[in-house]
């Protein structure tokens, strides 16, 4: 970078001829002015007083706002309509790993697909919403309640399923947008599901019917599920169809 | 400088003269004007500083360490808290690291975000500077007032596009992580608009006072040539003469394509560095301008890139952007796994601060405050 | 300088309602009490008059605490309104209980004695504080027949008595026995003692004109009228604005307030000679502070703004001493206005600028002060008195800030921008 000849004397705005030093003192009775122009302006101007009467009052949440993750179940029953299926993903990418999941599995040692334990920290979670962003299973997502401040230091920090699981309808009135898109995309991927099981169905029945053919068609039924418009196919998903 | 000669040709405390007639402070790490935990052990003769060590650390969190143990895309958030009054030039530092190392491309919408945060953020950190060195003067905190007034409408900006007011996470491998939303343009443009009225009156409070004049000019004074061997950069460096701005050098992301120049002053004085903030916001404000704009439709992030599965190629990179404090730069080492093999932050703030003694020698007790603020330092940076 | 010859009377033109002169007399309502209640009980001589000093002297501290609490609020209020914030409202209606809740915050605090401190002189430092506050408050005279202890040498006693703060604030640091409190009384003892020299000088100007150092008489000088209306305060004459600026200069140091708070230079040296000290002790130093900020506050009314007396002819019904607290709410305000403005000196810089700006400068108000005063009366003789003061003022003036001082004067900067 060459230094140029372009050379300006002068302070950022003014022209140079108000800079000089016309009268001792003269910066002094400027900065006065400032100050008494804000002091008589913040009775009536609302851009000089922009403070919030908090507890009364409340500043609007913008609809991006991010705070502490929650998880989302469908339909009425939180237990039955949960969507995380404690696949560890969000677990192995939360930068301060305060997630701590456990794997639900029945009698026979199986997975049940379901957390037996869910657990965040509050007091470790940074709110980065990286935990959202990698849920493959539309499960986990930003909340944008802040007033999370709790008597307890350990006890009440730990969140367990039983805080942490809201409803559909929770989402789609803090984030109608994302929860308007979520909703969709799993309709289109339900009905896309619903659609390849009909498909396989079908196929199953010409199976049956003309027996011991080709295997290759089976294998033609698993590609069919594949989603086209970006939502991630659950992995267990592409499991049950091999 | 004859008064600071003068009282470093006395015999002092290295050259082996009377230890008692020194009078040992420690500033810090509880001190008001320390902008953080920093410490200074300080010896005074009178009031006249005749040795300074600084302490650091009281804020380490073993950032490098644990960016080596996660994933590329979980080192982000951690890298609001570097220097946590700008966050979204450490983003867009440590997103320009990853690119190089992967080679990713970045779509022109996404460049068009990053430089309109980022210049806004330049914005913000010197209002609220100009705040804290005026606390720093004894001001009773009308200047920090009105910069704080002026931030909360940057955060609310930020908050709308990012989802959080001060640890945004917002850049991602190859873009952003989402797109503006509708009509935020707008009200950017409305602040930018607004902002010279805000800077005039700043300036007004700040620029021509008597007092400030008499307490910061000529006070921490370095030569450039010692600047450049200490490895200064940002508006301390600019202000005392040397126009070295990577917007400039480098010219990365589009910053070519922008009409705006680097300002840079003679003395390098306390005066002076805050001067080239000033001029600075105006440049900002212009780059602002023209980015609001010209600013394209398309994507706002590189759709092949995966950002929370992303490896790398064994290799190295160092990615460098002009941070409002300096030279904000990344070295990453991959050797090909999901963590990074080397992660290592060149932060401005601790490498201005390297010189603060020579600058304090022979000063009075009140002028290592104003030239401590004038470095401009962020202790998340400094101890990392 | 009287225009004695042009003053009319007024006080009978005004027919006063009766509201104002009960007010005016409200302040003697005690004392009045005291002496009603010894003539009904047949009370000796001797115990009427020590009841009437006590009774005297509680007005003055009650009056003061009151203040304090007050203005503390006030401050607050107002500079959070200079940074655009609400200030205390939270504590009943606009926050008025909020000095209550202060005090009893204060009181409950632990009171922490470091352990290398002076024992007896960190406890007697802050007490020390508050005594000669109270006893400078005694001799101002607050409305014309308020005067708490009419001393004939008033100006002195209370130059005196205001000597001895500086000592309080210096046993303060040096008996916390710790290194910010020891930084800060140095400053702090060198400060007052360098600005006392133009208060004590611009202040001579003064008795020159009227002859007498007792207060009441400085303020009775001043509160007649030149052509029937403009009041004959002080600061209305060259010498006397001079002084009056030095003074109040002067009054902004010694109540080491903002630009000149070194003492306890927050962003340098914690809080100075009041580092070390918590609870009731600091809350007593805030006192001190504050009512020394009132008495110096009220000096400066009393010696050029007039003390109790109106500032127009056909005001006096307004009661006087309402005029005296007016004016020294005024006077606060301009000290809080500053405070929430201008940044803190230096130290080498505020000897410099009380040696060689203030000194001299007040020292020129003696010698005008005296060309003014052989002026004469009338209206010629003003004309006369301000054609020779001013030049006799301006011209060194001129001569020690632009020429002597150039040096000092800041540098117009150059910047450059590159492509």
């Known amino acids: 970078m060459e ?9 950022a705005s003014k022209p140079p001829a108000e800079q000089k030093w016309i009268l001792p003192g003269w910066g002094l009775y400027q900065g006065l002015v400032v100050t008494a122009k804000n002091f008589i302006q913040s009775y009536y101007k609302k851009d000089r007083l922009t403070t919030v009467q908090y507890p009364e009052e409340r500043a609007p949440i913008s609809p991006n706002f991010r705070n502490f993750p929650f998880l989302v179940h469908d339909g009425d029953d939180a237990d039955a309509g949960l969507r995380c299926t404690a696949c560890s993903i969000c677990e192995k990418s939360c930068p301060p790993q305060c997630i701590y999941i456990v794997l639900d599995r029945d009698e026979n040692g199986k997975s049940k697909k379901r957390p037996k334990v869910f657990e965040i920290d509050l007091s470790v979670c940074m709110n980065c919403g990286i935990c959202a962003e990698v849920c493959p299973f539309d499960s986990i997502y930003m909340d944008n309640e802040f007033e999370l401040s709790k008597d307890d230091r350990f006890g009440d920090m730990l969140y367990g399923l039983d805080r942490l699981v809201k409803s559909t309808d929770y989402h789609a009135k803090i984030r109608p947008e994302q929860a308007a898109a979520v909703a969709a995309s799993r309709k289109a991927a339900a009905e896309k599901k619903e659609a390849a099981a009909k498909a396989k169905a079908e196929r199953l029945k010409k199976k049956a019917e003309e027996a011991k053919l080709k295997k290759e068609q089976e294998e033609k039924g698993g590609d069919a599920q594949d989603d086209a418009d970006g939502t991630p196919t659950p992995p267990s998903e592409k499991g049950d169809t091999k | 400088m004859s008064r600071k000669e003068n009282i470093l040709s006395k015999p002092t405390l290295e050259t082996g003269a009377d230890e008692d007639q020194l009078l040992r402070v420690s500033l810090g790490p509880q001190h008001p004007s320390t902008h953080g935990v920093f410490r200074m052990n300080v010896a005074l003769d009178g009031e006249t500083v005749v040795s300074l060590k600084p302490v650091f650390g009281y804020l380490h969190r073993n950032h490098e360490k644990i960016a080596e143990n996660i994933p590329y895309l979980g080192s982000m958030p951690y890298t609001d808290r570097l220097d946590y009054l700008c966050p979204l030039t450490n983003n867009h530092a440590y997103a320009l690291a990853v690119e190089k190392l992967g080679g990713i491309e970045v779509p022109e919408r996404a460049e068009y975000i990053r430089i309109i945060t980022s210049e806004l953020t330049r914005v913000m950190n010197h209002t609220v500077f100009m705040g804290f060195f ?46 503006l939303p509708a009509g935020w343009i707008k009200k950017a443009r409305t602040f930018v608009d607004g902002y010279d009225a805000f800077l005039d009156e700043m300036e007004s ?34 202000a005392a003469g040397v126009p070295y701005d990577i917007r400039k050098v480098d010219a990365y992301g589009i910053y070519d394509r922008f009409d705006f120049k680097i300002p840079y002053g003679e003395n390098g004085d306390c005066y002076d560095r805050m001067m080239i903030r000033f001029l600075e916001m105006r440049e900002s404000l212009k780059i602002l301008k023209q980015a609001i704009a010209d600013i394209p439709e398309g994507d706002f992030v590189n759709p092949k890139v995966k950002s929370a599965k992303f490896k790398a190629k064994p290799g190295e990179a160092y990615g460098r952007i002009e941070g409002p404090k300096g030279e904000l730069g990344f070295h990453l080492i991959s050797d090909g796994g999901v963590n990074p093999y080397r992660y290592h932050v060149r932060p401005p703030s601790f490498v201005n601060l390297t010189l603060i003694e020579d600058m304090c020698l022979g000063l009075d007790l009140a002028d290592v405050v104003v030239i401590l603020g004038s470095v401009d330092i962020v202790l998340g940076e400094v101890d990392r | 300088m009287n225009f004695l010859a042009n003053q009319v009377d007024l006080s009978n033109a005004v027919d006063a309602p009766a509201i104002w002169t009960t007010l005016e007399a409200l302040p003697q309502l005690p004392n009045r009490l005291v002496e009603w209640v010894g003539f009904q009980m047949n009370a000796p001589a001797w115990l009427a008059t020590l009841l009437g000093m006590l009774v005297s002297a509680a007005v003055v501290v009650g009056v003061f605490l009151t203040c304090f609490a007050l203005v503390s609020l006030v401050e607050r209020k107002t500079l959070a309104r200079i940074q655009n914030r609400y200030g205390p409202n939270r504590v009943g209606p606009w926050g008025l209980f ?18 290398k401190a002076e024992k007896l002189l960190h406890l007697i430092a802050p007490i020390m504080i508050v005594i000669p506050a109270v006893l400078a408050l005694g001799v101002l005279p607050y409305g014309k027949e308020w005067v708490p202890v009419n001393l004939e040498l008033g100006l002195l006693f209370f130059f005196a008595v205001g000597a001895m703060t500086e000592l309080s604030v210096f046993i303060a640091g040096w008996a916390s026995g710790s290194k910010f409190p020891m930084l800060g009384s140095l400053r702090a003892i060198s400060q007052m003692v360098s600005y006392e020299l133009p208060l004590l000088i611009s202040a001579i100007g003064v008795i020159m004109m009227t002859g007498s150092m007792s207060l009441p008489s400085i303020v009775e000088h001043q509160s007649q009228y030149n052509f029937g209306f403009i009041s004959n305060w002080n600061i209305f004459t060259p010498w006397g604005l001079v002084g009056g600026i030095v003074f109040f200069i002067a009054c902004i140091a010694e109540a080491n307030r903002c630009p000149f708070d070194l003492p306890e230079g927050e962003s340098e040296i914690v809080a100075g000679h009041m580092t070390e000290y918590s609870g009731f002790k600091y809350a007593l130093f805030f006192m001190g502070e504050y009512l020394g900020l009132f008495a110096i506050s009220g000096l400066f009314i009393t010696l050029f703004l007039g003390g109790w007396s109106a500032p127009f002819a056909g005001l006096e019904f307004v009661p006087s001493w309402l005029w005296f607290f007016g004016k020294l709410v005024c006077v606060i305000m301009t000290m809080l206005w500053i405070r929430g403005t201008w940044m803190r000196v230096r130290m080498d810089q505020l000897m410099r600028f009380c040696w060689l700006f203030l000194i001299p400068l007040s020292l020129l108000t003696i010698p005008a002060a005296g060309i003014w005063r052989f002026c004469g009366d009338g209206f010629l003789a003003g004309l006369l008195g301000w054609g020779v003061t001013i030049p006799f003022l301006i011209i060194p003036y001129i001569i020690i800030t632009v020429i002597l001082n150039r040096r000092l004067a800041p540098a117009t900067r150059q910047y450059h921008f590159a492509e």
Request: hydrophobic share 40%; aromatic share 6%; proline share 3%.
């Open chain 2, 134 to 179: 005026l606390g720093d003067l004894g001001a009773w905190g009308s200047a920090l007032m009105y910069a704080f007034r002026e931030r909360e409408k940057l955060f609310d900006l930020f908050e709308e596009l990012t989802g959080a007011r001060m640890m945004t996470n917002y850049m991602r491998f190859g873009g952003c992580r989402n797109d």
């Open chain 1, 3 to 11: 230094s140029s000849a372009n050379t300006e004397n002068a302070t």
């Open chain 3, 98 to 115: 909020q000095p209550v809740a202060d005090g009893i915050k204060m009181l409950t605090k632990e009171d922490i004695v470091p352990d």
């Open chain 2, 205 to 238: 409070l700040i620029v021509g006072n008597e007092i400030l004049l008499a307490r910061t000019q000529n006070i921490g004074q370095i030569s450039k040539e010692r600047m450049i061997n200490a490895g200064i950069t940002g508006p301390m460096l600019r």
